[in-house]
């Protein structure tokens, strides 16, 4: 449809018809036993999500930052030492989040678009007493995707916390939270969950509650303080309404049908449909002479990807690929920002999504003078949805 311009960025994403229609509808009191009703089944069905059957989950109004802050002052107290597994842009402001409440952070570096060695991380952990691991699913800066699995098996060995930063994964990526041993694991809402932004999502293990219950010296943030927030989950999924905060209560009802939308596909399910998507992303654009921040392909994110301007183009291109429908995001990591773009490819995006986004960048690839054969990136995605 002419005008119509497919929202292909690592969120806000594209939302679905019965989302966006429970947006619109007249709001309700946060007392009212029908919301009641929705709140307490949103909160069921994210334990769902998360796999994490024991898990207590957290819904409140903010962005994905506001779940990064929660996650950060409610297990680790000022002193407490905090090992940050370094992967880009988001791994940085969680540190800086950490500092800022006085945790003693040190970072296992990597080179832009890899991982730190599991090794090395299980070395660092032996060096000292951590608190907490700290670990971004998925970096959106970079598109690469750490082995959760893996690093909470390590952090285990040292009783170390497990804080997963899942803003670019949850309900996107393979996410085990229980089975993993994951303590903390947050999203927002307009990341791969589906839901317009303002809610940000959080899933704490029985472990994290209590570290929380067994802290020494008070939460340093208010809106953020679990002593707040904790009855307030806990009367709504009892079916009663309790006040800290006023609920964003459309988007909550919003996040009700989304979730539902999500537990209908079913996740493993979902987690393979992802991953089929990013495949043929990545066939297409590497059928024309693309390359990925990301070095190598094991640790390429499912939910998104970061890709090199072919040579002779740049940021410029992306106004003409909005124009030809589909709107993507630049660059983000400041070390390579001018030399890369991101495609979103979360949430319910299915086969014409991808074949209508590599159309729109083969036409401004084209018109930019970069020479490929045209329709190449669209056969070669197709072949690869098409493999059973
Ligand atoms: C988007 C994102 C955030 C920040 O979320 P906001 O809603 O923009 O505050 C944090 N971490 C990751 C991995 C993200 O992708």
């Given amino acids: 449809m002419i005008g119509k311009r497919l929202l292909m960025i690592p969120g806000p994403i594209e939302f679905t018809p019965e989302v966006l229609a429970e947006m619109a509808k007249p709001t309700l009191s946060h007392t009212d036993p029908q919301f009641i009703e929705e709140f307490g089944q949103a909160l069921e069905k994210m334990r769902k999500v998360w796999l994490a059957p024991n898990g207590q989950p957290f819904i409140i109004a903010g962005s994905g930052t506001l779940a990064m802050e929660i996650a950060a002052v409610n297990i680790t107290e000022p002193g407490d030492n905090v090992l940050i597994l370094h992967t880009g842009y988001f791994s940085e402001r969680m540190a800086d989040i950490f500092k800022l409440h006085g945790a003693n952070v040190d970072i296992v570096q990597s080179t832009v678009g890899d991982l730190p060695q599991i090794d090395e991380v299980?070395?660092?952990?032996?060096?000292?007493?951590?608190?907490?691991?700290?670990?971004?699913?998925?970096?959106?800066?970079?598109?690469?995707?750490?082995?959760?699995?893996?690093?909470?098996?390590?952090?285990?060995?040292?009783?170390?916390?497990?804080?997963?930063?899942?803003?670019?994964?949850?309900?996107?990526e393979e996410l085990r939270m229980e089975e993993w041993g994951v303590d903390i694991a947050f999203t927002a809402s307009q990341k791969a969950i589906g839901v317009p932004p303002g809610l940000a999502l959080l899933v704490a293990s029985k472990k994290a509650i209590e570290a929380f219950k067994s802290r020494k010296s008070p939460v340093g943030a208010y809106y953020c303080d679990w002593q707040y927030w904790l009855p307030v989950m806990e009367a709504y999924e009892g079916r009663k309404s309790a006040y800290f905060g006023t609920p964003a209560v459309n988007l909550v009802r919003a996040l009700n049908i989304s979730l539902g939308q999500i537990l209908d596909e079913g996740m493993e399910a979902r987690f393979a449909r992802h991953a089929r998507n990013a495949a043929a992303f990545r066939a297409g654009l590497s059928a024309i002479g693309l390359g990925f921040v990301p070095m190598r392909k094991e640790i390429m994110a499912n939910t998104l990807s970061a890709v090199y301007y072919p040579e002779g183009t740049d940021a410029s291109i992306l106004p003409l690929i909005a124009k030809n429908g589909a709107m993507l995001a630049g660059g983000l990591l400041p070390a390579i920002k001018t030399k890369y773009f991101r495609i979103g490819h979360m949430g319910m995006s299915d086969a014409s999504e991808i074949l209508a986004t590599l159309g729109a960048i083969e036409q401004s690839l084209s018109s930019a003078g970069y020479s490929f054969e045209p329709g190449a990136s669209l056969s070669a995605a197709q072949a690869a949805l098409m493999q059973p």
């Fill in 122 to 172: 299980r070395k660092k952990l032996a060096s000292k007493k951590y608190k907490t691991l700290s670990i971004t699913h998925v970096d959106t800066s970079t598109g690469v995707r750490a082995d959760v699995k893996a690093l909470a098996a390590a952090a285990q060995e040292t009783d170390t916390l497990v804080v997963v930063d899942g803003v670019c994964a949850v309900a996107g």
